[in-house]
C-alpha cells in the first residue's frame, strides 16, 4: 500500500502518481500541494512567457547591441573615409553604443524565453498528467496551453527578425566595404586631363595645316582648365608665329614699314587666370617673346619696335 493513496471521501485506494480518485473523482492534494497551488506556480511561469515583447526589427539590432553596435561603426568608418564625412556622426553614436553594450550586462530575451518555455511545458505536462482526468482542469489546461502556442509563434518571429538583423548587418558591412571611394577632385582633374590630352596631338595636326577655327573649335568641348589653357596657348602661338614670318617676309623683301607694322601689331592676349594656369601659359609667351626679338634684332634702328618682357606678363 506504500504506492497507494486513500481518497478521502470515498476511501478508494489510488496510486501516488494520480491527483484525481479513480472512483469518485475528487480531486486531492500531495505533499501538501493543492490544484490551485500548482496552477499558481504555472500562471507565473505563464505570465513571464506573456511579458516578452513583440518581435520587432529594430528591437532585434537593441537586443544584439554588442554584435550590432560594433558593425554599424566599422559601416560608418568606410562611409566616412570612401564617401562623405558626414558619416561620422552616426558613426560616434554607433560607436558610443558599442562601447556601452560592452559593459551593460545583456537581457537574453531569446535564452529567458526559452528556458522559461522548457520550465512551462514540464510543469503543463505534469498537470495534465495529473489532473487531466478533471473535466474542469482539463478544460482550463487547454485553454492555457493555446494561448501558449500564440506566444511559442511570437519567439519564432523573434527568431526570424534576429536572423534578418544578422543579414542585413553583413549586408552592410559588405557594401560599405567594397562601395568605391568617392575621388577628390584633384584626382577626377587628373583623369579629365589624361582623357583630354590626347586632343593635343590632333590641334597640333590643325595647326600645322593653320587651320586655327578648327583648333578652336575642339576647345569648346573640353572640361579640363588646364588642357584648355595649353591649347589656347598653343593655338595662339601659332598664330603669332605666323605673323613674325610674315614680317620676316616684308623684311626680307626690304618692304621695312610693312615688317614694323607686322611685328608692332603681334600681341600676347593672356588667357591663364590664377598661378597654376600661368605656368603652362608661361612657356608659350616665353617662347613667343623670343621669336619677337629674333626677328625686331634683324630690323634697322629706325624700324625697331618695342617687345615685351617677361614681366609684362
Not at 527578425?161 to 560599405?176: D, P, S, V, W
Request: charged share 25%; proline share 3%; glycine share 4%.
Amino acid at each position: 500500500m506504500s504506492s497507494m493513496i486513500k481518497c478521502k471521501e470515498c476511501g478508494g485506494s489510488n496510486p501516488v502518481s494520480t491527483r484525481i480518485c479513480e472512483f469518485c473523482g475528487n480531486v486531492f492534494s500531495v505533499e501538501g500541494k493543492t490544484l490551485n497551488d500548482e496552477l499558481a506556480e504555472l500562471n507565473l511561469t505563464f505570465d513571464k512567457l506573456k511579458a516578452f515583447p513583440s518581435p520587432g526589427l529594430l528591437d532585434s539590432f537593441k537586443n544584439n547591441a554588442k554584435f550590432s553596435m560594433p558593425i554599424l561603426t566599422l559601416v560608418s568608418a568606410f562611409l566616412t573615409y570612401k564617401i562623405n564625412g558626414l558619416f561620422s556622426i552616426p558613426g560616434i553614436i554607433f560607436l558610443v553604443s558599442a562601447v556601452r553594450a560592452l559593459f551593460t550586462k545583456k537581457q537574453n530575451l531569446l535564452g529567458d524565453f526559452k528556458s522559461d518555455k522548457s520550465l512551462f511545458t514540464a510543469q503543463l505536462a505534469s498537470l495534465f498528467g495529473l489532473y487531466g482526468k478533471d473535466p474542469a482542469t482539463n478544460a482550463r489546461l487547454l485553454q492555457i496551453e493555446k494561448e501558449f502556442k500564440s506566444l511559442n509563434g511570437l519567439y519564432k518571429q523573434s527568431k526570424i527578425f534576429e536572423f534578418i538583423t544578422y543579414g542585413i548587418l553583413l549586408t552592410l558591412f559588405a557594401g560599405a566595404y567594397l562601395v568605391p571611394a568617392t575621388k577628390t577632385e584633384a584626382e577626377m582633374a587628373k583623369e579629365i586631363i589624361a582623357t583630354e590630352s590626347s586632343i593635343l596631338s590632333i590641334v597640333d595636326s590643325l595647326l600645322s595645316e593653320k587651320n586655327y577655327d578648327a583648333a578652336n573649335y575642339l576647345i569648346k568641348n573640353l572640361k579640363s582648365n588646364e588642357v584648355i589653357i595649353e591649347l589656347k596657348s598653343k593655338i595662339q602661338f601659332a598664330q603669332l608665329e605666323s605673323k613674325i614670318k610674315s614680317a620676316e617676309i616684308n623684311l626680307i623683301n626690304s618692304n621695312f614699314e610693312a615688317a614694323k607694322n607686322e611685328l608692332s601689331s603681334t600681341l600676347w592676349k593672356k588667357n591663364a587666370t590664377d598661378i597654376d594656369l600661368e605656368f603652362i601659359e608661361e612657356k608659350y609667351y616665353k617662347n613667343y617673346i623670343q621669336l619677337k626679338e629674333n626677328m625686331n634684332e634683324r630690323l634697322p634702328i629706325s624700324y625697331k619696335v618695342k617687345v615685351e618682357s617677361d614681366i609684362d606678363y
